[in-house]
């Protein structure tokens, strides 16, 4: 099978879907490998090393003319014109929170597989999993950042000093996103709480920190009590391949202390606060109500060398099991494919993906 990796144009995304190790491993199945020109700069690999590990370089065009391609960031639509029918794409996707891409994947009938869905024997996420334990604590680093008073913050240091405040951090979920965050924000110093829904998850949060989180099941009057003596809220929760709960809405603002930070780290899915709207590295923030968001929509490609390691780690043994089995076998044989195939042929076969935009869903297993 032919292999294309092409390089990412989303604004400030550095990261790659291939590494040099990950070339060599492709062509060490038989597979023939193309990267676009350049494509590893940003994550520190030279076109050189690629070469050096079996890949073609060339230009984007021919790149596209590959069976499979293999990306960090979705599509984004300067790019639909390259994709041909009946083309295998790995890679994030979040559709349930991009219509136009949605109906691209099904117009040109190609066979997608999102990395944000993929769900192994135990039910885990395992190729979502490092990118959100990279964006939980990136994410507590820009809400420090940003409370910083030259960006509209109030001007409170996280961890605080001997005899002043620390802030309070507020988490939704104690999830991946959840627990990085937690651990970062309590190295820093801060106050932390932790809401969710399970009581299972929140009982872990206890043990692993030794009960010096607060955790507290979510509902209304909690959430409304928390964002208004918080300084930072973190919005981390998933629903795998559906769009986000809103659980901060524009009523909360007003109630919130001015100079706040939100953080939606969900923003990929739609985000968690309902006055989110994505964000690039190059103008991140934006203020209503006195409240700063943050909502960068690609947080860890500001990491790109760690994340791309991270990521491919995570995504290659997968993908080369696609690329030598194909859609078809591949799914058949590896349920985690199968939970990660989101369009096949025209059709949706991810129920999340449907019922975000009332379409027809199709049980994947009866299509291949």
């Known amino acids: 099978m032919t292999i294309g990796c092409p390089k990412e144009i989303k604004t400030r995304e550095y990261r790659v879907g291939l590494t040099p190790s990950n070339v060599k491993e492709y062509v060490n199945h038989g597979h023939k490998v193309f ?15 690629y070469k050096q ?25 300067s790019e639909y014109e390259y994709y041909r029918e009946g083309q295998i794409l790995y890679t994030y ?21 999102a990395y944000e869905t993929m769900l192994d024997a135990q039910n885990k996420l395992p190729c979502l999993t490092p990118m959100s334990a990279i964006a939980g604590r990136l994410s507590v680093q820009e809400a420090a950042k940003y409370l910083e008073k030259a960006y509209g913050g109030a001007g409170i240091l996280l961890g605080g000093v001997p005899g002043v405040p620390k802030a309070n951090v507020v988490i939704l979920g104690a999830g991946v996103v959840g627990i990085n965050a937690a651990q970062i924000a309590m190295g820093m110093g801060a106050d932390v709480s932790i809401v969710d ?14 009960m010096r989180i607060k955790t507290y099941v979510s509902s209304r009057a909690t959430l409304e009590s928390l964002y208004a003596t918080a300084d930072v809220v973190i919005g981390g929760v998933l629903i795998p391949g559906a769009k986000a709960p809103k659980l901060l809405t524009k009523a909360d603002l007003p109630n919130m202390k001015n100079g706040s930070v939100i953080v939606d780290v969900a923003i990929d899915q739609g985000g968690c606060f309902e006055t989110s709207k994505a964000t690039t590295h190059d103008d991140p923030i934006f203020i209503i ?13 500001a990491v790109s060398r760690t994340s791309t390691l991270a990521l491919t780690n995570a995504t290659t043994p997968y993908g080369v099991l696609l690329a030598d089995k194909g859609v078809e076998a591949g799914c058949k044989e590896n349920r985690t494919l199968l939970t990660g195939l989101n369009t096949y042929n025209g059709k949706i076969t991810f129920k999340a993906v449907a019922e975000a935009f009332g379409s027809e869903y199709v049980d994947p297993t009866t299509l291949i």
């Not at 979040?94 to 597989?113: F, G, V, W």
């Not at 829904?197 to 030794?210: E, Y």
Request: with cysteine; charged share 25%.
């Open 35 to 49: 990267i676009e020109a350049t494509a590893g700069d940003g994550s520190g690999f030279s076109d050189e090393e």
């Open 53 to 77: 590990a079996g890949a073609v370089i060339a230009d984007k065009k021919k790149v596209f003319e590959a069976d499979m391609i293999i990306k960090v960031k979705e599509p984004v639509e």
């Open 93 to 113: 996707l979040h559709l349930a929170a991009d219509e136009k891409l949605t109906k691209m994947l099904l117009a040109k009938k190609i066979k997608s597989i």
């Open 197 to 210: 829904v399970n009581l299972n998850a929140l009982s872990q949060i206890d043990q692993m920190f030794a």
């Open 289 to 301: 109500d006195n409240v700063v968001h943050y909502c960068v929509a690609n947080m860890p490609g």
